[in-house]
């Protein structure tokens, strides 16, 4: 991960970076405006201040913005393919046959979430939270409520976060020399965090919108889709498995992941083709997550407070609003952590904003009533509280391995 030297405009480009937080947060309707202001902005304020002048800072911009397009390609790309494959998993008819699978009352949003969790281990997190919120909507036919929708997303996060293909750091992590077995014990913190929000954001949801349970049998699930979601994801599997086993730098050249993605969504479409309309949507989504993502490359963070507990805390707790990709570029560049307590951190820790993790930003797309910090915090304070329940009990258990 590339950064761009400090400079007299460093303590200009952090502000520019919170006031364009902070309009996210007030202005969430606006919020890929907000961004794409911010980013501006912070481009001109680091091309005007560059000690070389205008032309050199000119260079410095593009040749970083160039060093990080793969990540900027790979989260456009993945984004967009999700979108594609939930209206594929939509269309099957196979969510309005869940309700009748699940267990009644509050004990079937668990096994939702659960579902998400499971899912979210063995697939990209992104892929987990649209799938859930897909099968979310069709349970709760009288709306899902926010703080069920951070539960969905912390729970696609939670499952990640132990997994080496269930996220983009834990996956960085991996292709640094980083042992699957040594962020294993991730999972301990996730499923604790999963045991405390979990029962909470399902036992509000059904207070206020109970499942909606009804015979499946005259549902027509339609077949040949749930088979193109299947491929889908099996291909974007062994993309990531492969790809990272075999061709670790392929990742620092191309986005592999996005690329496999959508030759399996194009090479499906004559069997049964998408409604390519959620494109529109995804669109504004996926680009509003990349730009946030570039915006955050740009901040002139050279190195991370020395590892310890409450630093790694601290990671989790900004990941909330700061991308996690370059603060785990950076701490595998200065070494010495407790991989697996980090690699819970700021993967689960991300759940606590919408916009603090793809898969918050991926399941606003289908709930856009979410893209609000205000109501994500005052409704999904369980995931916030469960952040710090999880890193606790890992602490606990396992102690501080550096």
Do not use: C
């Amino acid at each position: 991960m590339r950064k761009l030297a400090g400079g007299i405009s460093g303590t200009m480009e952090f502000v520019i970076f919170g006031l364009t937080l902070l309009g996210v947060a007030l202005f969430h309707r606006h919020a890929l405006a907000v961004a794409v202001a911010g980013f501006i902005l912070t481009i001109l304020v680091r091309v005007a201040s560059a000690p070389e002048g205008i032309d050199a800072g000119g260079h410095e911009i593009a040749a970083h913005l160039a060093s990080e397009w793969v990540t900027f390609a790979n989260l456009f790309l993945l984004l967009l393919g999700f979108a594609v494959l939930a209206n594929q998993f939509e269309q099957s008819n196979l969510p309005e046959a869940i309700p009748s699978r699940l267990p009644a009352g509050w004990l079937g949003g668990i096994a939702l979430l659960a579902v998400v969790f499971g899912l979210s281990i063995f697939l990209d997190n992104i892929a987990g939270a649209i799938i859930g919120g897909i099968m979310a909507r069709h349970v709760y036919r009288n709306g899902v409520t926010i703080g069920f929708q951070a539960a969905i997303v912390a729970a696609a996060n939670a499952g990640g976060a132990g997994s080496v293909i269930g996220d983009t750091t834990t996956t960085m992590m991996w292709i640094s020399g980083i042992s699957p077995l040594q962020l294993a014990p991730a999972f301990i913190g996730a499923i604790a965090a999963f045991a405390f929000f979990a029962p909470l954001a399902t036992l509000r949801q059904q207070r206020l919108s109970p499942i909606s349970r009804g015979p499946a049998s005259h549902v027509q699930i339609d077949w040949v889709r749930v088979a193109i979601v299947w491929i889908i994801l099996a291909a974007v599997v062994a993309v990531n498995v492969i790809g990272n086993s075999l061709f670790p730098e392929l990742e620092k050249t191309a986005p592999a992941l996005g690329i496999g993605l959508w030759i399996a969504v194009l090479a499906t479409t004559p069997f049964r083709a998408p409604d390519w309309r959620v494109l529109i949507e995804a669109t504004k989504g996926a680009t509003f997550l990349v730009v946030l993502v570039a915006l955050a490359s740009l901040i002139p963070v050279d190195e991370l407070p020395s590892p310890s507990a409450f630093s790694v805390f601290g990671l989790g707790v900004l990941s909330a609003v700061f991308d996690n990709i370059p603060l785990t570029a950076l701490a595998l560049n200065q070494g010495g952590y407790d991989w697996a307590l980090l690699a819970y951190a700021v993967g689960f820790g991300g759940s606590m904003v919408w916009f603090g993790s793809s898969a918050g930003v991926a399941l606003t797309n289908i709930f856009p009533e979410g893209r609000s910090v205000v109501q994500w915090l005052r409704n999904g304070w369980p995931v916030a509280v469960a952040y710090l329940v999880g890193f606790l009990v890992m602490l606990a258990v396992m102690g501080w391995r550096p």
